[in-house]
């Protein structure tokens, strides 16, 4: 039995999530086009419904910027899938933070909070710190 070799590295394709680009200047009424090429990229499949979103290049973080974020992260939500966010300006973490949304970003490990019932022994004779 043959086959035609396949391109590429299956088992590492598999795993590498597809990158989405987003550029600015961010307008409210430019949030279709992003839209499309996210729902493209998860009916894709591979990498868990993972897609990272490139927002290096999104320009000054503002209220349209979160607003498509915030869309993209719904839509990805609502397929099964998640977005990471690639270099995003620290500015954009800070808005971001603020108006409880919260992103997953390359290159950070993921926030959790403490197991329960855990707490940090401190011994008598100890300095205040």
Known sequence: MSYAPVPGLPIVDAMTPPVLVLLGPVTPDGVSGPSDALRALLDGGGAGGVVVCDVGGLGPPGLAAVNLLARLQLLARRTGGR???????????????????????????????????????????????
Do not use: T
């Open 83 to 129: 977005i990471r966010l690639r270099d995003p300006d620290p500015a954009l973490c800070s808005l971001l933070d603020l108006v409880g949304l919260g992103f997953e970003v390359e290159g950070q490990p993921a926030q959790r909070e403490p197991a329960p019932g855990v707490e940090e022994a401190v011994e008598p004779g100890d300095p205040a710190v």
